[in-house]
């Protein structure tokens, strides 16, 4: 049986998520990354693995979506997560009245949770603020950003797929209106070469605008920089959260001996030049100190900023992003007059894999694959099985 | 899969020399690690060149007394508190590297070496007084 | 406004085919916040898209930045150019593993060794100790602190001189499954080490720890994994007391 083939461009978590999907139906799969795997903005996310609390109220959609995935990475990617769960702290009357608000979107979503008294969750996080009214816990947990993706690409890799790192698309070959494949360059030799496929999927993340230019097809992707900020110490065993509407530094994630406070929300058009606010950086501290006041006097490890790929009209007004819709989308560009070509961007680490379950059966459907998604429930090889 | 061990950098291949005693931008531990390593070999030569010398013996009195005023010159006794040196670092590091192998004093191994150079710089100082003065 | 400075960055590069790296010098100007991670980006970006480098989290929790920068192996995402207070800044790939190209050296002979005492990756946390579990968790858990950077192997005197030199990563890898042996056997992993090529092999030079970005230690781990072993031994010498 002829074994069609697909070509991924982008190695972020939705690119190594789809191999991995698509590896499972039974395609050959070829994912092209212009660097190393999840150097894009999936690496540098603070590693929360979302239970949906911060989007239950404004963004259901989004709320539903995490808690799903939240539980089938836990089943599937065994050993990779700080099973901790997380607290939405109230430090205000506002907080507390919000509390309600929350809870109850909560529970529509499906999101399990346990509302806690000042002492209880002072017992809990000791290092909370002495202002703490209230709090709420719900399962988030904390990830290795890097290493959760990688399993992904380390099973895909088992089962067949090339996962082709430092290979950069200079161009996309067609022939009429139909994609055919990639003209790229491998950077560790310089070498150019022509790729092949039956089709073409585009999981650039933030780039996948600068992809689709090349196709001549839009996608209202909108680069939404954030600053984080990691402190030495290990100031929090749960993933910490201002019990209130999205807003900045409202959340704090510890990760190994560090803690990680973000973050920010910015707009800009090229995804390679983020910058650094400095003025950003300094809120971290000062609404991460709002959480944790060990936060201020912490030593600084390292700011940085990472690039979420926002789905709203490319060319339109957006102040700063957060009112953008954190869901995905997959677009087939047959809607523009285009064959053999998808995209699927938006989204977030925690909801990787139900991206690439949506692109991979759009992917099917278009090429008459029978083939169902197994990924709900194929565990994932350890990370260091990408190393084989 | 490659074999552990087994792979090759065919434009770096290893260089041990470099390795072991290329220590610009080391700490004291690597430091002490070299001149182990240099103190070690220099000792060694050493020894065979002492055992060529006993056998000047074998030449009589004439030739032992001529080797005699020869390394009684201050070039030789520099020599000698070059060999002091050695034989003291060596000696003294050793210790150290024999404690931390046994897990003792592993967490304050840098000031475990200060220390023992401490002593052996008195015991320097006391011996080069001794080789040029008796 | 941030003070800005002009730096030159010494770059090693090599690309598959070439006889042997050469070093590229590229202009920048950075300001008192640019990391030498964001500086080589930027390279990359404006200066030269063929310079390639490995790099993921930004924050020193994935290891992938790992680099020789001014002769020292450091993560480059935590390492500002200007704190290096030097006017050129020299920058070259890690030591003791295959080069690749340019700054990226191939990690699989690491891991091969990184994974053979059958490891996990969480254990429990020892911060906060005090804290009570919430509801529904039965103990505080995080991940280990090694981040697999490879500079404790770039450091190490004996992998530069010794192939198989199991090395301080895969040995700290071990005295972990020794020391909290949650699912995984500490007997294999003592056994996997106690040979020419394992624990007995290091020369207590210390420059994996010095280097280590992350607290790990191998060396103690490295001299933890000896005493263990030799503790064994004697019991088994003189029976069991």
Redesign the interface.
């Known amino acids: 049986m002829e074994k069609f083939h697909a070509l991924i461009i982008g190695g972020g978590g939705t690119g190594g998520a789809l191999a991995h999907d698509l590896a499972l139906r039974g395609l050959q799969v070829t994912l092209v990354e212009r660097g190393e795997v999840t150097s894009g903005t999936t690496g540098r996310h603070h590693g929360l693995l979302h239970a949906g609390g911060r989007y239950a109220v404004k963004d259901k959609e989004s709320a539903i979506e995490c808690i799903e995935e939240n539980l089938i990475l836990k089943k599937t990617m065994p050993g990779s997560f700080e099973h901790n769960d997380g607290l939405f702290v109230a430090l205000s009357d506002e907080n507390v009245e919000y509390s309600h608000l929350f809870i109850e979107s909560c529970e529509e979503c499906g999101i399990p949770t346990k509302r806690l008294t000042r002492e209880e969750a002072l017992r809990l996080e000791p290092n909370l603020s002495p202002e703490t009214k209230m709090a709420v816990q719900i399962p988030d947990a904390s990830m290795d950003a890097m290493r959760l993706a990688l399993r992904w690409f380390a099973t895909a890799k088992h089962n067949g797929a090339q996962i082709k790192t430092y290979t950069e698309v200079i161009s996309i070959l067609k022939q009429g209106n139909t994609v055919t494949g990639a003209r790229v360059t491998d950077h560790t030799s310089g070498q150019e070469y022509e790729i092949g496929a039956d089709i073409v999927i585009n999981a650039a993340g933030p780039w996948s605008g600068q992809i689709a230019d090349m196709v001549g097809v839009e996608v209202p992707i909108k680069p939404s920089p954030g600053v984080m900020l990691a402190v030495r110490g290990r100031l929090c065993n749960m993933v910490i959260n201002r019990l209130a509407p999205s807003g900045d530094g409202d959340i704090i994630v510890p990760q190994r001996g560090l803690s990680v406070v973000g973050t920010t929300s910015w707009v800009v058009e090229d995804p390679d030049n983020l910058g650094l606010p400095k003025d950003h950086v300094q809120k971290m501290y000062d609404e991460g100190g709002k959480l944790i006041p060990l936060v201020k006097e912490a030593p600084f490890r390292a700011a940085w900023a990472a690039a979420r790929p926002l789905i709203g009209p490319r060319k339109a007004e957006a102040d700063t992003g957060r009112e953008l819709s954190r869901t995905f989308k997959c677009f087939d560009h047959i809607d523009e007059g285009v064959e053999g070509f998808v995209t699927i961007t938006g989204g977030k680490a925690t909801t990787a894999r139900g991206m690439a379950e949506a692109t991979a059966d759009v992917v099917c459907q278009k090429l008459g694959i029978d083939a169902s998604c197994r990924t709900r429930e194929e565990i994932c090889l350890p990370h260091t099985a990408y190393y084989d | 899969m490659q074999e552990a061990g087994s792979m090759p950098d065919t434009v770096r291949p290893k260089r041990p020399l470099k390795s072991w005693f290329d220590v610009r931008h080391r700490k004291v531990g690597t430091w002490a690690f070299a001149l182990n390593r240099l103190t070690g070999i220099g000792l060694s030569l050493y020894l065979i060149i002492h055992l060529v010398i006993l056998s000047l013996l074998l030449q009589g009195e004439q030739g032992w007394n001529d080797f005699v005023t020869l390394v009684k010159s201050p070039f030789f006794l520099t020599l000698d508190v070059i060999l002091l040196f050695g034989f003291l670092f060596h000696g003294l590091n050793g210790v150290r590297v024999g404690l931390v192998g046994m897990g003792i004093g592993v967490d304050n191994q840098r000031t475990l070496f200060w220390v023992l150079m401490a002593v052996g710089i008195v015991l320097l100082l006391a011996g080069a007084w001794l080789i040029f003065t008796l | 406004m941030?003070a800005e400075q002009q730096v030159q960055f010494k770059v090693l590069r090599?690309?598959?085919?070439?006889a042997?790296?050469t070093f590229q010098t590229f202009n920048l100007t950075v300001n008192e916040?640019t990391?030498v991670l964001?500086a080589l980006?930027d390279i990359r970006?404006d200066q030269d898209?063929?310079l390639?480098?490995?790099?993921?989290?930004?924050?020193?929790?994935?290891g992938?930045c790992g680099m020789k920068i001014?002769?020292?192996e450091q993560l480059s995402?935590?390492v500002k150019a200007l704190d290096l207070g030097t006017q050129t800044v020299m920058v070259e790939p890690l030591?003791?593993?295959?080069?690749?190209?340019?700054l990226?050296v191939?990690?699989?002979?690491?891991?091969?060794?990184?994974?053979?005492p059958e490891m996990?990756?969480?254990r429990e946390?020892e911060?906060?100790t005090?804290?009570?579990?919430?509801?529904?968790?039965e103990k505080?858990?995080?991940?280990?602190?090694c981040?697999e950077c490879g500079c404790c192997v770039s450091?190490c005197?004996?992998?530069?001189?010794d192939?198989?030199?199991l090395g301080p990563a895969a040995l700290a890898a071990a005295w972990r499954v020794v020391a909290e042996p949650r699912e995984s056997n500490p007997q294999e992993a003592l056994e996997w080490v106690d040979n020419e090529?394992g624990c007995w092999r290091c020369?207590?030079?210390?420059?994996c720890s010095?280097v280590c970005p992350?607290?790990v230690d191998p060396?103690?781990a490295i001299?933890?994994l000896?005493?263990e072993l030799?503790r064994r031994k004697f019991r088994r010498l003189f029976g069991r007391r």
Request: glycine residues 8%; aromatic residues 10%.
């Open positions: 941030m090599y690309k598959q085919g070439q042997s790296p916040d990391t964001v980006q970006r898209p063929t390639i480098l490995r790099h993921s989290c930004h924050h020193a929790s994935c992938t001014n002769g020292q995402c935590v030591d003791n593993l295959p080069l690749i190209s340019d990226v191939d990690m699989n002979g690491f891991y091969d060794r990184y994974t053979t996990m990756y969480l946390s911060f906060l005090e804290a009570d579990l919430p509801e529904g968790i505080w858990l995080r991940f280990e602190n981040v450091a005197p004996i992998a530069g001189s192939a198989e030199y090529h020369h207590a030079a210390f420059e010095e992350s607290d060396a103690g001299m933890s000896r005493g030799t």
